[in-house]
């Protein structure tokens, strides 16, 4: 078969239209050609019987931009066709409707039974129209009419085909060699077979002329359904000014440690998420969101409570395993003991991570001892193993090292501390006479998975979306940093600079990209874990998504954010700094600026004693930090295993002040402003002249310099991990926010955050209802008080909220009131945003008898706390929440009137 292509698409001087194609074990690349830059042709040969899929692609200057989507399928009967036409239209990737086509949308909330394909051979010529749309909600389908009797005469309905779906279609039998067509499409409704709602706009043209009257095939594909409204019945809602369906939704955020039920062991599990599913379904709600799952077991102490630091970025967390439903206890007094286990955890108003592992750790092992006979002979879990083998092995092979050498850190193993195959050789082989110990976790693996797909397959079932949180960086002592340790920049430390809830920064540990090194393979690594996530889940959260524009870095000898910088950057030369005015010797604005005057105020009376011990006076009144205290690590190391020192731990953040006391960082590079210069005391003793100077430079550096080297590192890339999967793609994008990132997520269409008192402009508060539809929306979140825990923190800021924000005049009361919460989550519904996710706390916030009755203890993690304690634990069971009839009617009545 001949297939001949059109499309219809603008293009600038320089530019070309490609079309990548799959045939078979074949991949290819057609240049298309053009007469007038906007309709591009081209021929391909296809054999009988095989499979092909295309996409076309936008060749310019800068590089090679692919059409939204996956690839098109093409599905025609060879038999009797020798030419294809193909008519087509450019997928744009920045259309706001492109969410509809994600596993969120296509498989969940649109989700549909479609019905079987049909194909019969035939000749003549044949006409096939198709449709791309997927927004149309699972009880209707799309049908065609048009000026032609095939097409009804405009008076019958002609059903497509979903066979397909998302993509729509119909075939017509098509004699004489003109077709002149007018056609429109229509939302249709199979059980009462009526149209309920016609596309807007003018009538759809095709003019086309077959070569002959026998053994061709012209194929239309038309790009989305012209929506003009929609009435509430039809469960979309639509905004008048707006051509697309606005379809808006509410969804409810928990970490599953943090969820309790009857039948889990101190801690949330996998399991859970179908009872919090059963909740998300009662309330009108259709998304839950987790934080991340995997693995984070490295020390076996509370510290590995922290979600963000997992062991491996592809191995599920063992903890969130439920252990009956892997198999019942065949001993009985092993039962006993984990039934009595379970009945103490589950009585922790708070997750004991230590006693839990404990606990799990010993069952763990009694079931596989009891159940490896069975789990060997399963095909079923040793195609999962097999499947998985190229993350599976070294996890398992990690892990087995790590209780072996009782560390994760694998630079100190006396043997295996560089990996190689032969580790999967020595370690993962039967023969291995501990091999048990490594097999063990391919069998806790295997369950931990089959209990997260049982969860979010119910979850799909149910018509709603699991959301997944995807971590920034990877632990230090991971197994991916022991596996592959050319893919992490292992010198330098990711965090965040400082803000309003964390003044002297963030320092996560985690080591940083080599996105360099990625790119090797065409970010080989972020396929297979955009892949692996997308089995469990239908919509993403990319935490500090503002990493993959830049990344804020720190030495690995300095602890606080104020010390880092943004990777990749752009220093200034000493030319450069001379062209703003700065002149001269540099040590004034490179050393510690630590001088007599202001020593005392930082450290009282201790001052004369600080001077003698920590510092060295260089001239008079200026001083200089002593050599085992000269960084912030040292400074760190020296009050926490230094026992003379252990009594003056006060004084460890005063001298970690002093080190960066600095204006400029230096590298081999250049030089950078430090972050926040104006926060500290050697700013505030330049000379007005000087204070011009750095403000110019700084005002430069962080919001001019960088803001196209930043999008084009964005646009390298975030695409490549945009096409590893169809999740819907949310980047939590909040601090401090390059000019650049905004369009950057529109045009790649990936939602964005906003939080209402984390506002991105120059006010106290956001205002929900000037939300864009592409955002998610939220009252809080992880990394903060919930609201009533914010509303009591700051009086005076409350009432500012109450009457600004909220529009509600009078005294703010001290503790925030039911109403008070119920008013923010309103203001969050009826907001533009499609998502409006809701941390259970503040939902639970509504109802006096049902929410806790201190309002801090419902924080899960402060960020300026290091190490936090990650033990948050919902209050109610989940079973009892489901019986919350009063606050679940309250709910689902509040998601009804905002039209969610």
């Known amino acids: 078969m001949i297939l001949n292509f059109h499309i219809h698409y603008a293009t600038q001087p320089g530019e070309q239209i490609l079309i990548l194609i799959n045939s078979g074990d074949k991949s290819e690349t057609i240049h298309c050609q053009t007469y007038d830059g906007q309709h591009w042709i081209?021929?391909?040969?296809?054999?009988?019987?095989?499979?092909?899929?295309?996409?076309?692609?936008?060749?310019?200057?800068?590089?090679?931009?692919?059409?939204?989507?996956?690839?098109?399928?093409?599905?025609?009967?060879?038999?009797?066709?020798?030419?294809?036409?193909?008519?087509?239209?450019?997928?744009?990737?920045?259309?706001?409707?492109?969410?509809?086509?994600?596993?969120?949308?296509?498989?969940?909330?649109?989700?549909?039974?479609?019905?079987?394909?049909?194909?019969?051979?035939?000749?003549?010529?044949?006409?096939?129209?198709?449709?791309?749309?997927?927004?149309?909600?699972?009880?209707?389908?799309?049908?065609?009419?048009?000026?032609?009797?095939?097409?009804?005469?405009?008076?019958?309905?002609?059903?497509?085909?979903?066979?397909?779906?998302?993509?729509?279609?119909?075939?017509?039998?098509?004699?004489?060699?003109?077709?002149?067509?007018?056609?429109?499409?229509?939302?249709?409704?199979?059980?009462?077979?009526?149209?309920?709602?016609?596309?807007?706009?003018?009538?759809?043209?095709?003019?086309?002329?077959?070569?002959?009257?026998?053994?061709?095939?012209?194929?239309?594909?038309?790009?989305?359904?012209?929506?003009?409204?929609?009435?509430?019945?039809?469960?979309?809602?639509?905004?008048?000014?707006?051509?697309?369906?606005?379809?808006?939704?509410?969804?409810?955020?928990?970490?599953?440690?943090?969820?309790?039920?009857?039948?889990?062991?101190?801690?949330?599990?996998?399991?859970?998420?179908?009872?919090?599913?059963?909740?998300?379904?009662?309330?009108?709600?259709?998304?839950?969101?987790?934080?991340?799952?995997?693995?984070?077991?490295?020390?076996?102490?509370?510290?590995?409570?922290?979600?963000?630091?997992?062991?491996?970025?592809?191995?599920?967390?063992?903890?969130?395993?439920?252990?009956?439903?892997?198999?019942?206890?065949?001993?009985?007094?092993?039962?006993?003991?984990?039934?009595?286990?379970?009945?103490?955890?589950?009585?922790?108003?708070?997750?004991?991570?230590?006693?839990?592992?404990?606990?799990?750790?010993?069952?763990?092992?009694?079931?596989?001892?009891?159940?490896?006979?069975?789990?060997?002979?399963?095909?079923?879990?040793?195609?999962?193993?097999?499947?998985?083998?190229?993350?599976?092995?070294?996890?398992?092979?990690?892990?087995?090292?790590?209780?072996?050498?009782?560390?994760?850190?694998?630079?100190?193993?006396?043997?295996?501390?560089?990996?190689?195959?032969?580790?999967?050789?020595?370690?993962?082989?039967?023969?291995?006479?501990?091999?048990?110990?490594?097999?063990?976790?391919?069998?806790?693996?295997?369950?931990?998975?089959?209990?997260?797909?049982?969860?979010?397959?119910?979850?799909?079932?149910?018509?709603?979306?699991?959301?997944?949180?995807?971590?920034?960086?990877?632990?230090?002592?991971?197994?991916?940093?022991?596996?592959?340790?050319?893919?992490?920049?292992?010198?330098?430390?990711?965090?965040?600079?400082p803000d309003l809830y964390a003044v002297d920064g963030q320092n996560w540990g985690f080591p940083t990209y080599n996105w360099d090194a990625m790119a090797a393979d065409g970010f080989g690594w972020w396929q297979q874990r955009m892949g692996k996530l997308a089995e469990y889940f239908d919509a993403l959260r990319i935490d500090h998504i503002l990493g993959c524009f830049r990344i804020w870095q720190i030495p690995t000898n300095q602890t606080e954010g104020t010390m880092g910088l943004f990777n990749p950057r752009l220093p200034y030369s000493r030319q450069d700094l001379s062209n703003f005015g700065l002149h001269g010797p540099l040590d004034r604005y490179l050393q510690p600026y630590i001088r007599a005057h202001f020593l005392r105020e930082m450290f009282g009376v201790e001052a004369e004693a600080v001077v003698e011990t920590f510092l060295e006076q260089t001239a008079p009144g200026v001083f200089r930090l002593r050599n085992f205290v000269d960084n912030q690590l040292k400074i760190k190391e020296l009050f926490s295993k230094d026992e003379r020192f252990a009594k003056h731990k006060h004084l460890e953040k005063p001298l970690k002040r002093l080190v960066s006391e600095v204006l400029l960082l230096e590298e081999p590079a250049g030089y950078n402003p430090r972050i926040t210069i104006h926060a500290t005391q050697s700013y505030k003793d330049l000379s007005p002249h000087e204070k011009a100077i750095f403000d110019r430079l700084y005002d430069d550096y962080f919001q001019v310099r960088h803001d196209e080297f930043w999008r084009q590192q964005a646009l390298w890339k975030l695409p490549s991990l945009l096409r590893a999967s169809n999740m819907l793609i949310c980047g939590e994008d909040l601090g401090m926010i390059p000019h650049s990132v905004p369009g950057v997520m529109r045009d790649l269409n990936i939602i964005s955050l906003k939080i209402q008192r984390a506002p991105s402009g120059a006010v106290e508060f956001d205002d929900p209802a000037t939300y864009p539809w592409t955002s998610v929306c939220s009252p809080s979140c992880h990394d903060m008080s919930t609201v009533r825990g914010w509303w009591e923190e700051d009086p005076e800021r409350s009432q500012r909220f109450l009457n600004k924000a909220l529009h509600i005049e009078g005294p703010a009361p001290a503790e925030c009131t039911t109403a008070a919460v119920e008013a923010v989550n309103r203001q969050h519904l009826a907001s533009p945003s499609i998502w409006a996710i809701f941390p259970v706390q503040d939902l639970v916030g509504m109802d006096a008898h049902l929410r806790r009755p201190n309002a801090k203890s419902e924080q899960i993690n402060d960020p300026s706390i290091v190490p936090h304690y990650w033990r948050f634990r919902f209050h109610l069971a989940m079973e009892d929440l489901l019986g919350a009839k009063v606050l679940n009617e309250r709910i689902k009545r509040m998601v009804r009137e905002a039209g969610r």
């Open 42 to 497: 081209a021929t391909a040969q296809l054999a009988d019987k095989e499979p092909f899929d295309y996409k076309y692609a936008l060749k310019t200057p800068n590089g090679l931009t692919e059409e939204h989507g996956q690839f098109r399928q093409l599905s025609l009967e060879a038999k009797n066709t020798a030419q294809a036409y193909l008519q087509d239209y450019w997928r744009p990737q920045n259309e706001a409707e492109r969410s509809f086509f994600s596993a969120a949308f296509k498989d969940v909330i649109f989700g549909r039974k479609t019905e079987a394909a049909k194909t019969r051979a035939s000749k003549g010529n044949k006409l096939v129209l198709q449709l791309y749309a997927a927004a149309i909600p699972p009880h209707l389908k799309f049908c065609v009419m048009g000026n032609h009797p095939s097409l009804g005469s405009w008076k019958r309905p002609v059903v497509m085909s979903d066979a397909n779906f998302p993509l729509w279609q119909t075939t017509i039998e098509w004699d004489g060699l003109t077709a002149d067509l007018e056609y429109k499409f229509a939302a249709y409704n199979p059980e009462t077979q009526q149209v309920v709602e016609w596309e807007s706009g003018e009538n759809r043209q095709l003019h086309f002329t077959f070569p002959s009257e026998d053994g061709n095939c012209l194929v239309r594909t038309d790009e989305s359904f012209h929506y003009a409204h929609l009435t509430p019945s039809h469960a979309l809602t639509l905004s008048p000014s707006h051509p697309l369906p606005l379809w808006r939704g509410a969804g409810v955020a928990i970490p599953v440690f943090s969820l309790r039920s009857n039948n889990g062991c101190g801690i949330g599990e996998f399991n859970d998420l179908k009872l919090l599913t059963d909740w998300a379904v009662l309330t009108g709600m259709k998304l839950v969101q987790t934080l991340p799952v995997n693995d984070t077991i490295a020390t076996k102490t509370w510290t590995d409570s922290y979600p963000y630091a997992a062991i491996s970025v592809f191995a599920l967390h063992p903890l969130y395993v439920n252990l009956q439903s892997i198999a019942k206890l065949k001993n009985k007094a092993d039962e006993k003991r984990l039934n009595a286990a379970i009945a103490a955890l589950n009585q922790s108003e708070t997750v004991d991570f230590e006693g839990v592992l404990k606990i799990k750790t010993e069952f763990f092992q009694l079931l596989y001892q009891q159940e490896k006979a069975t789990f060997f002979k399963d095909k079923t879990a040793q195609q999962f193993i097999t499947d998985n083998a190229d993350w599976l092995k070294p996890y398992a092979a990690f892990c087995h090292l790590r209780d072996l050498n009782d560390t994760t850190d694998f630079n100190a193993w006396p043997q295996y501390a560089t990996y190689s195959e032969q580790v999967i050789t020595d370690l993962c082989s039967a023969k291995y006479k501990r091999y048990d110990e490594v097999a063990l976790y391919f069998f806790i693996q295997y369950h931990a998975h089959l209990q997260l797909l049982d969860a979010t397959n119910y979850a799909r079932q149910h018509g709603v979306v699991l959301k997944g949180d995807l971590p920034i960086g990877i632990y230090r002592e991971s197994c991916d940093a022991w596996v592959a340790p050319h893919l992490y920049n292992m010198d330098g430390q990711a965090g965040a600079p």
